[in-house]
């Protein structure tokens, strides 16, 4: 077990080499320039040659690369080209203002994911799990943009009951912060939880009844367990494995996701300040986000990864891979 | 004797395998030429390469068509036909996924035929002043946006941007995955092992990340969308090809091939390949949803197709400013895209039951 534990560590962290290095190369090497817009026929040729060096950007790439490399080992990731200051400092704000939307949309998908495809697997082929069945379909099949437009429209700006946009509202008292954060996340977070609780809600349900075909399913039943019991203690039980990966693999379409919602809902995270970095080559900006988006894509796998060791015992005796994957 | 070769013939007519409906989109579809060849003609003579291009695809649109409605006959073998019966038979039970297929069949006619069946110029402004931001009539049946555009041309014109990107990208992935799957699964031992690692790695990373930063960086025509789009959609089909090529290099009719003197790229492609139609159909059915939905982001954040292309994606956009006084700007082409992705996902759904695959 521990050496299987291992394995996944090195694996991971080979992975996240591999993204930075990817990342470095990919937008280096591409046509652009991130002093390009400081660019003005009055300006002195020599001063934007200064800023150059200054940033370092006048060296050969693989000496920037390996200066880059350095820096990251250190934890420094470098200063913003155009906020000017530290990218740490950058991504310690936005850090957290992300993982808000992205953590309690995923909670979120997985109780009602998990909660909606038991209770279609508990009364399968009834009309409340057909009728559910296309919800969920056409729910998952929603681009969230359009959800979003759709819920602002409605709730934001017609019913005028939640804000349209931001974190927070000016001249806000300070005991009602917390409120007044809480009305800012309802609809991002419910945005960016239906499609993927959608789509778990199907998965949970397939993966569910594909247990039921199996034997020790019909002894159970044949010991008399009710329905509920069945799918709970025993269904749910081997369906595990293949569930958490699932949701260890939603990681990367929630980040992906926030990176559309930040933008719509004007939520300073990380994902609409990847965006803006992008747009502006600010480089190591870009680098920086792309590399802890990399880690807690990777994270979540891990995490996936450790779960089946808690829920399948036999996955502790053997030093094997997961059985499902 | 007269008789069965009298059958033989017929069964090269649409519908007379596969049913009615079968036939119907492709007579539907030579019909709306036939009424609109003029125009037909006009955009093969055009001096414009895109016009001509239009043309061209809507030719081989027919073509397509045809062998798609008449698809059992030209199956030689017996097994292969009986096969494909049982298939259509176990389709036909599931009625949302028959209701999948036409909306799917239906946007696929549609996005063919947009240069001949489209009122307006996708891109023409008429008197913007006087024309911007009308409601739905029935002049402008889904009213016009900022510019006085027809909303209607552009959603139709928006379907081919988006259908063929998605079916384009899913195909190369499809074909990229095949391979990767295929020679992973059947040659096994060390190189199984690093391509399977590769996948992982692939897999782990956000895709949707990758691509913003790719396209943003690098010029987005639509050719480096499909091909980005490809690239990092095959590692799922890989996943699943190899997974089935594992377990069917095990059984007699391989080992009877291998024995009998096949070559191992013989094996791979006439043996293995064939028998993961099935898993790889519906999963590439599903994956065509997916990918609409994709590009419809990509188009959102400004990093799709260019304007004045139109695409769904950045047609939602268009409409953000506008969300309670013109509801429809960016309403139609959204309703658009969702009953694309709900149809494919509906057909995958489908094809999935009634090919009796496990996972996709």
């Given amino acids: 077990m521990i050496r299987f534990l291992l394995r996944r560590t090195v694996h991971a962290a080979i992975l996240v080499f591999i993204t930075l290095t990817a990342t470095f190369f990919i937008i280096r090497l591409a046509p652009g320039d991130p002093l390009g817009r400081y660019y003005s026929p009055d300006i002195d040729p020599a001063a934007m040659e200064t800023v150059r060096r200054q940033l370092g950007l006048d060296r050969p790439l693989p000496v920037q690369y390996a200066k880059t490399l350095q820096s990251f080992i250190r934890g420094d990731f470098g200063i913003s080209i155009h906020q000017r200051r530290p990218v740490a400092q950058i991504l310690k704000e936005t850090i957290p203002r992300t993982l808000q939307l992205t953590g309690i949309a995923l909670l979120l998908q997985i109780v009602l994911g998990m909660g909606l495809g038991m209770l279609s697997a508990m009364r399968r082929e009834s009309s409340l799990d057909r009728s559910a069945s296309v919800v969920f379909l056409v729910l998952y099949s929603l681009p969230s943009f359009y959800l979003a437009f759709l819920l602002v429209s409605v709730f934001a700006l017609k019913l005028q009951w939640l804000p349209a946009a931001g974190m927070f509202s000016v001249h806000t008292p300070t005991t009602q912060m917390f409120a007044d954060r809480l009305r800012h996340m309802i609809l991002p977070v419910t945005v960016l939880a239906v499609g993927s609780a959608a789509a778990l809600a199907r998965y949970a349900r397939g993966s569910l009844l594909d247990q039921l075909h199996e034997e020790y399913i019909r002894t159970a039943r044949a010991k008399g367990l009710s329905e509920g019991r069945i799918l709970w203690r025993h269904a749910l039980k081997n369906a595990a494995p293949q569930l958490f990966t699932v949701i260890g693999l939603s990681v990367p379409f929630l980040l992906a996701g926030a990176v559309v919602i930040e933008k719509i809902f004007g939520w300073p995270g990380m994902g609409a300040l990847m965006v803006d970095a992008i747009f502006t080559r600010d480089y190591p900006v870009v680098l920086a986000a792309n590399f802890v988006a990399a880690v807690m894509v990777i994270l979540g796998n891990l995490l996936a990864d450790i779960s089946y060791l808690w829920v399948d015992p036999r996955m502790r005796m053997s030093r094997g891979e997961p059985r499902a994957g | ?360």
């Fill in chain 2, 1 to 360: 004797m007269s008789e069965s070769s009298k059958r033989k013939w017929l069964r090269f007519v649409p519908g007379a395998e596969w049913g009615r409906a079968g036939g119907l989109f492709f007579f539907l579809y030579m019909a709306v030429c036939l009424v609109r060849l003029p125009v037909l003609l006009d955009l093969a003579a055009s001096p414009l390469v895109e016009n001509r291009l239009g043309a061209l695809i809507i030719m081989i649109g027919a073509v397509l068509l045809y062998v798609a409605a008449v698809f059992p006959a030209l199956l030689r073998r017996e097994p292969d036909r009986r096969r494909l019966a049982a298939w259509k038979g176990r389709f036909r039970t599931n009625r949302l996924a028959v209701v999948g297929l036409w909306f799917f069949l239906a946007a696929l006619v549609l996005s063919l035929l947009s240069p001949i069946i489209a009122p307006y110029d996708p891109a023409a402004q008429h008197d913007p002043a006087l024309n911007r931001y009308q409601a739905p009539s029935l002049q402008h049946p889904m009213g016009t946006d900022k510019f006085g555009r027809d909303l209607f041309s552009r959603v139709l014109y928006g379907s081919r941007v988006s259908l063929t990107v998605s079916v384009a990208a899913v195909v190369f992935a499809s074909f990229l995955g095949l391979f990767f799957g295929a020679f992973s699964g059947y040659f096994g031992g060390w190189v199984d092992d690093v391509a399977m690692r590769v996948v992982d790695g692939l897999l782990a990373f956000p895709r949707l990340l990758l691509m913003l930063t790719l396209l943003a960086f690098f010029a987005h025509a639509l050719w480096v969308v499909v091909a980005l789009l490809a690239a990092t959609g095959w590692m799922g089909i890989a996943r699943l090809v190899r997974a089935e090529v594992l377990s069917l290099k095990k059984r007699d009719f391989v080992q009877a091939a291998h024995a009998s003197g096949a070559g191992r790229l013989r094996v791979v492609l006439k043996h293995l390949l064939p028998n993961t139609a099935g898993p790889v159909v519906v999963a590439a059915t599903l994956r065509v949803g997916t990918i609409i939905l994709l590009e419809s982001y990509l188009s959102f954040l400004g990093l799709g197709v260019q304007p004045p292309t139109p695409s769904w994606g950045s047609m939602v956009f268009e409409g953000r400013d506008v969300l309670l006084s013109a509801w429809w700007v960016s309403a139609f082409p959204g309703l658009a895209l969702v009953l694309a992705v709900v149809a494919c996902n509906l057909l995958g759904d489908g094809l999935r039951d009634a090919m009796d695959v496990k996972r996709a």
